[in-house]
C-alpha cells in the first residue's frame, strides 16, 4: 500500500510480472526487427523505466532516444496540441518503435505518430505497457501491449501521480 498525498494506491501488477512481460515483448521486437536496427523513440517521463527496460533486452542492433511531449493552447478553436521536444535524430528511412507507458484516450500517441510520420520514417510501431481499451477514444493500433487493463488509475514503474510514485517497481492502483 502506498499513500500520496490524498490519496492511496494499493498492488496492482507486481514486479515479477511486469518483468517477465518485458523479456516476453523484447523477445517478440528482436524477432520481428531482425536485421532491421530501429530506433527507439520513449515518450518521458512515464515510459523511462518501460523504455530502459525493453531496450536492454533486445538482442539485435538498435538505438534509443527520448521524446517529451508538451500540451499547449493553440488557439481557441484548434484546442490543445502536443508538441513533440527533443528529438535531434533525423527519423527518415528509420523504423521507429514509440514507447509509451500507457494508451488511454490514445489522443497522445496518435499525435506523436502524426508527427513523426511527417518525418518520412520507413514504418512507426507503438509499443505501450498499459492500455486501457474503455478509455480509447481514437482508433489507433497498438503492436505492443503489455497489460490490458480496466479503466482505473494506476501508478508506479514510470507512471506518476502528481509527480510521485515513478520509482515504485511495482504497479499500484488507486483505491
Ligand atoms: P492519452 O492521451 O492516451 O489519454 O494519455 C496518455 C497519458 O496520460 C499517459 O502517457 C500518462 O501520462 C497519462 N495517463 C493516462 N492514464 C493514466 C493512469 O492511469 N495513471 C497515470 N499515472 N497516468 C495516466
Do not use: W
Amino acid at each position: 500500500m502506498l499513500t500520496i498525498k490524498d490519496k492511496t494506491f494499493v498492488p496492482f501488477i507486481t514486479a515479477e510480472t511486469i518483468q517477465n512481460r518485458v523479456l516476453e515483448l523484447a523477445a517478440q521486437i528482436s524477432l520481428d526487427y531482425a536485421g532491421k536496427q530501429p530506433l527507439i523513440v520513449g515518450v518521458l517521463n512515464g515510459a523511462v523505466l518501460f523504455a530502459a527496460d525493453l531496450f536492454r533486452n533486445l538482442t539485435i542492433p538498435c538505438e534509443i532516444t527520448f521524446i517529451r511531449v508538451a500540451s499547449y493552447q493553440a488557439t481557441e478553436s484548434s484546442g490543445k496540441l502536443k508538441q513533440i521536444l527533443g528529438l535531434s535524430e533525423s527519423v527518415t528511412d528509420r523504423h521507429l518503435i514509440v514507447v509509451e507507458d500507457i494508451v488511454d484516450t490514445g489522443l497522445t500517441i496518435c499525435e506523436v505518430c502524426d508527427q513523426l510520420r511527417a518525418g518520412n520514417p520507413a514504418s512507426i510501431a507503438i509499443a505501450t505497457l498499459l492500455f486501457k481499451p474503455a478509455a480509447l477514444k481514437k482508433e489507433v493500433a497498438l503492436d505492443y501491449v503489455g497489460f490490458e487493463i480496466e479503466n482505473r488509475f494506476v501508478l508506479g514503474y514510470g507512471l506518476d501521480y502528481d509527480g510521485l510514485g515513478r520509482n515504485t517497481k511495482d504497479i499500484l492502483v488507486l483505491q
